[in-house]
């Protein structure tokens, strides 16, 4: 494929700081004059059925809905646009293929009885100037207003070049989405092969010559080393539940990364307005997210500070037969094999799938002599980083082809990439 870039000559000035020069023939124009502009209607729970004629879609990168109805006051039909009005979302660009409705959460952009476009050369579009369109509001939720996103400038290229833009690009994306598919499946099978590794050695050990007894209680392991013992978790663990009283606590965040520090200066995120009614966690104390096992987590703070009085708290009970970092790695792999889920309470489907104190405290992890858990560590700490290298070279791929996926986009919207003298790619 070549690609050629427009002559000086060629381009005018396109009014926008950010955009600058576009080609000559490109008109601007304000995004309500090819839009109706608003925001989606309020759909209750109970306002969904299972055999509806409508989806309720969100403008979410998951593309999935939440139920159907069969009468909205919004109807969605192919070629219209919905985004996020708040939250971290915003920026995400959805191109409707349905006729369906959306949330109270979303702007929706339904095109008006207008030829001059293409609706995905206008969803490209968005999506390549996100980071200049979709400015929001610093607020303690971000969120864009229907204004906003009406007085927003499109740039419309005469109709055939709009098509021959849309061409180029589910060219030029559809390879690339298959590259960053490629990397994405090998750091699923590098995850797993990791969990596996460690799953093993955590239920049989490192010495294949010794003896085994068969596993009734610990239920994710066949069998056990004889010499192990296996104790329910109340007997290794301390619960700790101490409110701070008082502010200056640096906030501790709980992700599937580890523990962070919450930037509480900035506006992103959920913000507490008290975090003196957050619990205290000491350096060596485990924080769990033990609210939600889909998507939190737990790890051993290196710090003093606060977090969610509705998280668990607990430490070693006597780190003379525990060694720390030996449960937490049982613990980090209790979530990602999903082993605590046979145990959890709630709604699932609803991301409320958590794990009652009973349940925790009756947990049966295996216990190893303290020796044996220490030299166990340090095994799979060495495994670890062949495997974290080796996902972070792909993460890393993953990212630079996101970005050169982007960097075309917005390259193509504006008319640098001039598409009318490039091939078709064969």
Known sequence: ?????????????????????????????????????????????????????????????????FGYVNEPKLILKPGDLVLPARGNSIGFVKLVKEESTTTQTTIYCKKRNTTEIIPKYIYYYMVGLKDYLFWFTQTAIPQITVDEVSSNPLLIPPLAEQKLIVDFLDRETAKIDELIQKQEKLIEFLEEKKHISILEVMSSGLNKTTSYNESTS?????????????????????????????????VLSITQRGIKVKDTESNEGQLSMDYSKYQIVEPGDFAMNHMDLLTGYVDISSELGVTSPDYRVFSIRDEKRFFPEFYLLILQLCYKSKLFYPFGQGAAQLGRWRLPTDAFNNFIFPVPPISEQREICQVISSKNKNYDALISKAEI???LFKEHRASLISAAVIGKIDVRNINNGN
């Open 218 to 250: 610990i239920f994710w392991a066949k069998k056990i080393p004889k010499h192990w013992g296996q104790f329910r978790a109340k007997f290794i663990f301390e619960i700790k539940k101490r409110i701070a009283g008082e502010l200056g606590y640096k």
């Open 397 to 399: 791929s993953v990212q």
């Open 1 to 65: 494929m070549s690609r050629s870039l427009r002559s000086l000559h060629d381009l005018k000035p396109s009014g926008f700081k950010q955009i600058g020069h576009i080609p000559v023939d490109w008109k601007v124009i304000k995004t309500s004059r090819i839009f109706k502009i608003g925001m989606g209607e309020t759909i209750l729970k109970e306002n969904l059925i299972d055999d509806g004629k409508y989806p309720v879609y969100s403008a979410t990168e998951e593309d999935v809905n």
